[in-house]
């Protein structure tokens, strides 16, 4: 999928099917990834093919299927991990982020950069807003790419729904409000891209998923 200068690579990782996305400047070849949840190799072949310079690797939320090749690929291109702040414990906690008792194996690492809930960042020349929105985790965090119109909401946020609230840290009235009030400045053209199942745009889910609006 190609939105203005940026192309849009999904990749498909993992035992529970995570999108991990490769956001790539068509000019200069830099590119960010977004959530590597596994499937290293896969990641690095899909770079290495496409020419590709990797800048940095966004994380939306730390749940272990958005995690596990996180160091793989940093380590390998030499790159900072961005993630929410409010997400370092999480991280940190292989309970918590249900490396140990859903992958069998503990998981842990502390991003480089932690973000704030509104602060705004340029990686391989995107213009790039952190946008705090807690409810699947304490942590949850899209990123609003506002000149593409391209959103990427993690389990925030999914085609018809949102994403489950009985995990640690998470809450169902912070994410009701995270998609029905935080997240309403997104123009309703603005492509949806969630941590799995299809690709949306606000505009379809303001219309059609119930908890957007009065069906809920």
Known sequence: MKVGKMEILTCVVGPVSTNCYILINQGSKECIVVDPGNDAQVLEAKIEKGGLTPVAILLTHGHFDHILAVKDIASKYAIPVYANKEEQELLLDDSMNLSLSFNGASFSFDASDYLQDGQEIMLAGFHIEAIATPGHTKGGMCFYFKEEKVLVTGDTLFR????????????MGQIIHSVCETLKPVVDDAIVLPGHGESSTMGYERMSNPYLNDDF
């Open 160 to 171: 018809g729904t949102v994403g489950r609230t009985d995990l640690p840290t998470s809450n």
